[in-house]
């Protein structure tokens, strides 16, 4: 008798897994796991799939030995499961293989209270006397300095010891169903080889933003914490997972000095000689700052480094850096972008020494969004983009010709060829207008059959 394959079935087989078990048991340990989960958590990166499968390709931590397989629930767990010290776990190169089981808090103290900016505040530190000493009106367009300042920087060493989770190499963190760490910056600095899938990652708010005077015309508010920062590492796979701010929108935060107050910074940026980096099927939503993939316009040791893959991700009402590139040899290929609305900026940031190599993505567009502008030049000379597609208000998807229509509506012209043709793909590329069919529904957290 033929059998019916069902849904979680269809998708285990899409993704190139098994099919999953028709109930996940009471996780209390590494026992208890699902055959699927334990499948998934053992699972490198598959053959010729993106940068990170150069070379010796990307295990993370699927060389784990059982006392180095651990389910966590709390960030004390998750540290402890990470080497112990938070401080010292970035050099622990042993293999380790983690499952973040249901909603973890960044902000979660000793006792397993939820610490608040105030409680990590130094004492010399207020905003409002913030506020007070650097207004420009009386400050004057110099950077702050003085004791206030000072205190910013104190509180900003205090905020990253607690919220910044340093990743050792050789790891592999994968969440279970519903999995969310809110409030975190997972680090992964001089650690190659590391995979991060199936998680959430929520609001990963600066308690004490820098006000830049010089930064734009009128200056703006930064903020230090990505929800994924690598740098320095090289095989890095970013895979299924969720970025959002949650219910802390940056639309919702007040103004400043003229400028919104902004207490969020990138997704998952890939900075300071990192490389050989694959993200793929995730799902950005809400977002401002999305995707940095070089530090500086700094010729230097960048030169040759951020070589990154983006496939089947979902960008989804967010506003720039969807990247934003220098120097590295960039493949975008095979996303959907859903943009417009209030604050949208452009899409592909097309860098100094920037080689970006963008085919077959689709764009849905509100009105109000240009396709001249999913482009924007920060200091680069060239992009190969092909076979866009674009459906915008209630006309049908159409082929359109992104570069042309950038370099008919602004100067200088940017030339069509980046120089460089991808070779590492797992598979044939998709025709753009299937995208969103495959894309939207299989890209983020939970979509992964466990």
């Known amino acids: 008798m033929r059998r019916i394959l069902g849904g979680a079935t269809v998708v285990a087989l899409l993704l190139g897994a098994a099919p999953a078990a028709a109930a996940r048991p009471d996780v ?27 070379g010796a390709g990307t295990t993370g931590g699927s060389a784990a030995t059982p006392d180095r397989t651990r389910v966590v629930r709390s960030r004390a767990e998750l540290v402890a499961a990470l080497g112990g010290d938070n401080a010292s776990n970035a050099t622990d190169a042993t293999p380790k293989l983690i499952y973040v089981d249901g909603a973890i808090d960044g902000f979660e103290g000793p006792d397993g209270t939820t610490l608040s900016c105030a409680d990590l505040a130094d004492p010399g530190y207020r905003l409002d006397a913030y506020l007070a000493a650097y207004d420009p009106a009386v400050w004057g367009r110099v950077a702050p300095a003085g ?7 104190r509180s900003v060493t205090n905020q990253t010891r607690q919220t910044q989770i340093n990743v050792g190499p050789n790891t592999t963190v994968v969440g279970l169903p519903g999995a969310r760490l809110t409030g975190f910056t997972l680090m992964i600095d001089r650690a190659p080889n590391v995979i991060v899938r199936n998680l959430t990652f929520a609001d990963a708010r600066d308690c004490f ?14 903020s230090q914490y990505d929800q994924i920062s690598v740098r320095r590492s090289e095989h890095v796979w970013v895979d299924h997972n969720s970025f959002t701010d949650g219910d802390n929108p940056d639309s919702a935060q007040p103004v400043y000095f003229g400028r919104p107050y902004q207490v969020h910074d990138g997704s998952l940026d890939v900075t300071h000689t990192a490389s050989l980096v694959t993200a793929s099927w995730n799902r950005f939503t809400g977002r401002d700052k999305l995707m940095l993939i070089g530090s500086s316009n700094t010729v230097g040791p960048d030169v040759g480094r951020l070589k990154v893959t983006l496939h089947h991700n979902l960008f989804d009402g967010v506003l720039q850096r969807l990247p934003r590139v220098r120097f590295g040899q960039v493949d975008v290929h095979n996303n959907h972008y859903r943009l417009g609305g209030d604050g949208f900026q452009y899409a592909l940031g097309v860098g100094v020494q920037s080689a970006i190599h963008a085919e077959n993505n689709f764009f849905t567009l509100d009105p109000t969004v240009d396709p001249a502008d999913l482009l924007y030049d920060w200091g680069g000379t060239a992009l190969t983009e092909r076979g866009s597609w674009v459906r915008q208000g209630g006309v049908p998807a159409r082929p359109v010709d992104l570069l042309a229509a950038y370099n008919a509506s602004h100067d200088p012209d940017l030339a069509a060829d980046a120089g460089w043709t991808p070779t590492l793909r797992r598979g044939p590329v998709l025709p753009a207008p299937l995208v969103p069919l495959l894309v939207d529904p299989l890209a983020g957290a939970d979509r992964l059959p466990l």
């Open 209 to 222: 933003p820098a006000w830049s005077p010089t930064d734009g015309e009128a200056g703006n508010w930064n």
């Open 28 to 54: 209390r340990s590494t026992e208890g796991l699902s055959w699927l989960a334990r499948h998934l958590g053992r699972q490198a990166l598959p053959e010729r799939d993106g940068w990170a499968a150069e």
């Open 147 to 153: 004791p206030v300042e000072e205190a910013r920087v």
